[in-house]
């Protein structure tokens, strides 16, 4: 399978030439990215959270404490969605109507369960904090047990999505293309800055490779 | 009044200690960007969108396509929430169960209407592009007839709102301070990167202040 189907639910209505289906894509933009904005519905009304997620397949993995209002109100839903999008430019037309940003977008629809087993758990846990950076995991004390208990892991299976990417320039009215309107991009990127040592770190505790490879993979070039 | 009122709704549960009803300090949140998160609820599913907005005190607009199936659906509903969040940094403790993120985020509530006024209208589409990139509207084509009733413009009241932030290093368990575990904060910053001319601009037209002021005030240091 290359392609999530096509539903009403994540069917591209506005902009169709901008959406994809493509399996590939919907991953790479997943795996640029660690935050996701998941939607849950409270009181009979909608609301956003921002939340940390790992993937690994067609799988997401979201944690939180035991309390946690929306985790325990999406296991009780068993559905959820989950936004991701990276904001890539500011499109400048010479017209207000033509304004527009280049981003790579991407929704996942999917049903949600609650990770019991150990192994399992812990491998969704150490997904989530590699996917913000690599081969973290594998540095940090491992958890205690009181830690591991007051975590609840929830998984979602990825049953469709559909993402929307624009990257191009302003697309203006041919009238419009000889004003005295400057017209164009303004690149934006999320960037890393040098990693800043913990003011308690022993002072033999030099950055290590993990650390230094994400800034030099994500700094400003 | 300096603090949106507590309720159910908005009240922060987790991390109350992170937790902020403080105006300004939404209001500051809301103008360090322009990309809301939108959650609504379509077939009893709740969905969100990343979607332009621009603040004009203690209202927020929106605009898209008369079609647009969300704005359709808000405007039904008569009620909407608004997340942004700015990611700022990656707070890699010693273990997993510390690690997070610094990070200003909001949530807006608020009750939706159709702005049908074209004074009213046309300043809410002039206050989205602003919030872009500032002093952009009054350099543009005006607006044909033609689109400006294609589009739909709504505003909503912000009726009450949160935000959190979190600002400071990694906060480990006293027991792993002396681990040989690296820990610290890689900051994260959205970035400008210089502007891209439109291929088409005629050679005389050089980028405006405007732009070039966007750039240096978001530009990586």
Request: net charge positive; with cysteine; charged share 25%.
């Amino acid at each position: 399978m290359k392609e999530f189907q096509k539903s009403e639910l994540n069917k591209v209505i506005r902009g169709v030439n901008r959406a994809t289906y493509n399996i590939d894509t919907v991953s790479s933009i997943l795996d640029a990215g660690f935050i996701g904005f998941i939607s849950y519905t409270y009181q009979s009304k909608a609301i956003t959270i921002p939340m940390a997620y790992g993937r690994m397949g067609n799988k997401i993995y979201l944690h939180g404490s035991k309390k946690n209002r929306m985790l325990l109100t999406l296991l009780q839903n068993k559905a959820a969605s989950i936004t991701i999008m990276h904001l890539d430019g500011l499109v400048l037309a010479r017209s207000g109507f033509h304004h527009s940003v280049n981003y790579r977008s991407a929704t996942l629809f999917g049903t949600l369960s609650q990770l019991e087993d150990p192994i399992k758990k812990e491998e969704a846990l150490k997904c989530i904090v590699d996917q913000m950076i690599p081969k973290r995991w594998e540095k940090l004390r491992p958890m205690t047990e009181k830690e591991f208990n007051s975590t609840l892991v929830v998984e979602m299976v990825i049953e469709t999505a559909s993402a929307k990417v624009r990257d191009e320039g302003a697309i203006d009215e041919k009238n419009d293309m000889n004003l005295p309107i400057w017209a164009g991009v303004i690149p934006i990127k999320q960037v890393a800055e040098f990693p800043e040592s913990d003011t308690f770190l022993s002072e033999n505790i030099k950055i290590p490779k993990h650390v230094l490879n994400y800034y030099q993979t994500h700094k400003a070039q």
